[in-house]
């Protein structure tokens, strides 16, 4: 169980003032203000037009399909990318960390599908912990969105982040607490892996 002060990393900032509006649903947002011409341009960019189906609302409103770390100097042909569906896989990183080369510029790439609603203020939590002490805490917008028109899935780049180097960031390896959750406090994901660092990829 989650100590108290992870369960507090683990909440988005919040912003002094604001209160996330009543849920509507995407065909209540496409009719709204439909005179609007800019109005329109925008919920169409966020997938709200008129009769657009807004999906099965028996599944989640969101799936986070992967979770990638990108770097331009991996090697050819390798690719560090976590399908949250295979959950063995990602319990497996606790007995063999992923390895991430020390000192090098990389960024985190996040595939998710907005399966029905519209979703709003959706964040990526990250808490980093070293021997149980959290050593580092990024959090990332990913933004608001509905289903896509063509039920794709949505790719969000986070900034580019340089891993730490030398010999007692080497040392040892790091667990991660990752989330996806929105404004409302919803979780969408929760799920950890671990990493080490080393000289080399």
Known sequence: MASPDEQDDLKPTATPGYNP????????????????????????????????????????????????????????????????????????TKKNPIIIKEGVEYNVRITFKVNHSIISGVRYLQVVKRAGIKVDKLEQMLGSYGPHPNGEAYIKNFD??????????????????????????????????????????
Request: charged share 30%.
């Open 21 to 92: 509006a009543a849920a509507k649903t995407a065909e209540e947002y496409a009719k709204l203000d439909a005179e609007d011409e800019s109005l329109a341009r925008w919920k169409a960019s966020l997938g709200i037009v008129p009769g657009v189906t807004s999906g099965d609302a028996n599944q989640p409103k969101v799936t986070v399909v992967t979770l990638e770390l990108d770097s331009p100097t991996l090697p050819a042909g390798k690719q560090l990318v976590f399908d949250l569906a295979d959950t063995a896989k990602l319990a497996d």
């Open 160 to 201: 580019p982040e340089e891993s730490p180097s030398g010999v007692l960031a080497r040392s040892g390896s790091y667990t991660v607490r990752s989330r996806v959750i929105d404004d409302d406090g919803e979780v969408y994901a929760d799920w950890e892996w671990s990493f080490k660092l080393a000289k080399e990829w």
